[in-house]
């Protein structure tokens, strides 16, 4: 079963950055909108940021001009891009798809800023 599998997070200072990875199995990645979420404790999971086939980006209020998505199709990856992180942006981060369609939830992978 297809289930995205995230990587990159990390306990970093307020101020840092870091680098999410996200890869997916299956041809069909590169003809999907892929969206980065987070869920911070006793929050419900909100999108971040998506990415079309074509590479058109749309973010959330809160992260836009500091994060940056990105995608590589010939690997079946997507990125997050996090600079200037502040302690609202600690959560837990999960790609998936931004359609109606989604895969399972993967485990995700953990950010923690320290202020």
């Known amino acids: 079963q297809v289930q995205p599998v995230e990587s990159g997070g990390g306990l970093v200072q307020a101020g840092g950055s870091l680098r999410l990875s996200c890869v997916v199995s299956g041809n069909i990645f590169r003809i999907l909108t892929m969206g980065w979420y987070r869920q911070a404790p006793g929050k419900q999971r909100d999108l971040v940021a998506a990415?079309?086939?074509?590479?058109?980006?749309n973010y959330a209020d809160s992260v836009k001009g500091r994060f940056t998505i990105s995608r590589d199709n010939a690997k079946n990856t997507v990125y997050l891009q996090m600079n200037s992180l502040n302690a609202e942006d600690t959560a837990v981060y999960y790609c998936?798809?931004?359609?109606?369609?989604?895969?399972?939830w993967g485990q995700g992978t953990q950010v923690t800023v320290s202020s």
């Open positions: 998936n798809t931004e359609h109606e369609f989604q895969w399972p």
């Open positions: 990415i079309t086939a074509g590479g058109s980006t």
